[in-house]
């Protein structure tokens, strides 16, 4: 996965295949990353208002198992999801 954009809490990369992916510093006592496969609709709104991603980051910081749903995790290949970051 290629970097494209990285801030002090979340970082956004592409994979090989053009999909876009939001990793994410969560937690309060303990820190962790949690990363997703940026939905069709949410990589429009990043392409129409490039402030989206830094609100999409702020939720899932927030809230991150309400990101983990089944939708998301039936688009993504597991191995994309582990190498998330992994920065070529």
Avoid at 26 to 38: A, D, H, P, S, T
Avoid at 45 to 51: E, I, L, Q, V
Wanted: glycine share 6%; aromatic share 10%.
């Amino acid at each position: 996965m290629k970097e494209i954009l990285r801030t002090s809490y979340y970082s956004l990369y592409r994979d090989d295949l053009g999909g876009l992916w939001l990793e994410v510093l969560c937690g309060e006592l303990g820190l962790y990353e949690v990363c997703i496969k940026l939905l069709k609709d949410e990589e429009q709104s990043y392409k129409n208002d490039p402030m989206y991603l830094q609100r999409l980051a702020f939720n899932v910081a927030k809230n991150p198992k309400r990101y983990l749903d089944h939708k998301r995790r039936e688009q993504s290949d597991p191995s994309e999801i582990d190498n998330c970051g992994a920065v070529e």
